[in-house]
């Protein structure tokens, strides 16, 4: 029982490039979220889709873009990444009993 | 607005102590409430909602809607209770949270 699978763990971006973070849920949950945690400012919602085929931004959804194209996988994408973006990504997704959250990617953008 | 505040940033307490990590919430409709808890370097785990009025590892939360507040607390803390803990309320039908900016709980021997 996987839960949900988040890849990579790690990762280093230099300033411009790009990169997908991916998302993966075997829960059957239709709602799925992206968030971003930095030291001492909790955890901001980047984006989140309540469905495949439907996605919609959260607080913090500038420099980002996400896909739903099925009810298991919630890619993330970094265009033009920014030192502003170095931090820890965590996925979850979300059912009855509360939300299962990945292990999160910690990238850092030089 | 719908908010919820963690009033503490950092809590220290000793081995043996109680514990009690403060949460308020701000909603006008019937809140669902959740705690949350990270260990180093780990992944959130949800820890207690409030529908299921469960104790885990020892902690207990009760909502009391008149206080707005929805404490964590345990009678004995235990040092492998070091970790963040997360407030959040559940509020409208997209399930999204609203989150606490956490409590780093610290237990020292």
């Known amino acids: 029982n996987a839960g949900v699978t988040q890849t990579p763990k790690f990762r280093i971006l230099k300033i411009g490039q790009s990169m997908t973070l991916q998302c993966a849920q075997d829960m059957n949950h239709n709602y799925m979220y992206w968030y971003r945690q930095d030291p001492g400012m909790g955890l901001k919602l980047i984006y989140y889709?309540?469905?495949?085929?439907?996605?919609d931004k959260g607080e913090v959804p500038n420099g980002y873009n996400v896909s739903r194209s099925t009810t298991e996988d919630f890619p993330l994408r970094l265009e033009l990444a920014a030192p502003s973006q170095t931090s820890v990504y965590f996925c979850?997704?979300?059912?009855?009993?509360?939300?299962?959250f990945g292990s999160g990617t910690r990238l850092t953008v030089v | 607005a719908q908010r919820v505040t963690q009033p503490e940033k950092l809590l220290s307490v000793f081995k043996g102590a109680p514990v009690e990590l403060k949460c308020n919430y701000s909603?006008?409709?019937?809140?669902?409430l959740f705690w949350y808890v990270q260990y180093s370097r780990q992944r959130l785990q949800l820890l207690l909602r409030?529908?299921?009025?469960?104790s885990i590892k020892g902690f207990t939360a009760d909502l009391n809607k008149g206080e707005t507040s929805f404490h964590l607390k345990k009678p004995f803390a235990q040092e492998e209770d070091s970790a963040m803990y997360y407030c959040?309320?559940?509020?409208?039908?997209?399930?999204?949270?609203?989150w606490g900016l956490g409590t780093s709980l610290a237990v020292n021997p």
């Open positions: 909603y006008s409709g019937s809140p669902e």
């Open positions: 409030h529908i299921s009025r469960e």
């Open positions: 959040a309320l559940s509020a409208g039908n997209n399930r999204k949270l609203i």
């Open positions: 889709s309540v469905g495949a085929g439907i996605t």
């Open positions: 979850a997704s979300g059912g009855n009993y509360g939300y299962t």
